[in-house]
T-cell receptor, first 119, second 115 residues
Framework: AQTVTQSQPEMSVQEAETVTLSCTYD???????LFWYKQPPSRQMILVIR????KQQNATENRFSVNFQKAAKSFSLKISDSQLGDTAMYFC????????????????WGLGTSLAVNP | EAQVTQNPRYLITVTGKKLTVTCSQN?????MSWYRQDPGLGLRQIYY???????DKGDVPEGYKVSRKEKRNFPLILESPSPNQTSLYFC??????????????FGSGTRLTVV
């Protein structure tokens, strides 16, 4: 079974500092896609960053970057210069490419990490 | 503004009273899907639709129905709600033109409580 594990249920960081959220996944697929989504208290699910497994280069979006280690099946999210607005639940999600062949773009989700940014 | 609109945002209902949660997207996306989010269980897919009149079950379809008569709308129907369907529900859409890893656009969620 394909699974996503986020081993840190809760984390906190001081404003302006850097924090790294961990995510590991289990799959026998060779090609797939990985995502980090943010869910603030408003409940909206917001895409933060995505990574294609066939790309070795780590994705970056402004203050957000990932460390993708395919062999280790690890996909951590680094948030630099943390801001109060970064306070949210963060979900790691996985989409096997075979899903796309079968037309179901199902995302497989971790249970989330609750991040608090402290002033 | 490109968005997925879900209604209502909050709903409290009684066991057995049929209800519909609406979902509409204005991005001309072919693919739409429903998820439910529960503490300790994460998000699980209920149903999905590849296009008009094409729907299929996800991982937890029991007790739910969907329809896709128009490309923009994908309502979730609970014919006879039960307390175990109390959850936070999300509708999402995506387009193949964004690539298979293009990610979803999510609605704002519907908090459903069945008493």
């Amino acid at each position: 079974a394909q699974t996503v594990t986020q081993s840190q249920p809760e984390m906190s960081v001081q404003e302006a500092e850097t924090v790294t959220l961990s995510c590991t996944y289990d799959t026998s697929e060779n090609n797939y896609y990985l995502f980090w989504y943010k869910q603030p208290p408003s409940r909206q699910m917001i895409l933060v960053i995505r990574q294609e497994a066939y790309k070795q280069q780590n994705a970056t979006e402004n203050r957000f970057s990932v460390n993708f280690q395919k062999a280790a099946k690890s996909f951590s999210l680094k948030i630099s210069d943390s801001q109060l607005g970064d306070t949210a639940m963060y979900f790691c999600a996985f989409m096997p490419d075979s899903n796309n062949a079968g037309n179901n773009r199902k995302l497989i989700w971790g249970l989330g990490t609750s991040l608090a940014v402290n002033p | 503004e490109a968005q997925v609109t879900q209604n209502p945002r909050y709903l409290i209902t009684v066991t057995g009273k049929k209800l519909t949660v609406t979902c509409s997207q204005n991005m001309n996306h072919e693919y739409m899907s429903w998820y439910r989010q529960d503490p300790g269980l994460g998000l699980r897919q209920i149903y999905y639709s590849m296009n008009v009149e094409v729907t299929d079950k996800g991982d937890v379809p029991e007790g739910y129905k969907v329809s896709r008569k128009e490309k923009r709308n994908f309502p979730l129907i609970l014919e006879s709600p039960s307390p175990n369907q109390t959850s936070l529900y999300f509708c999402a859409s995506s387009s193949p033109s964004r690539g298979p890893g293009g990610g979803y656009t999510f609605g704002s969620g519907t908090r459903l409580t069945v008493v």
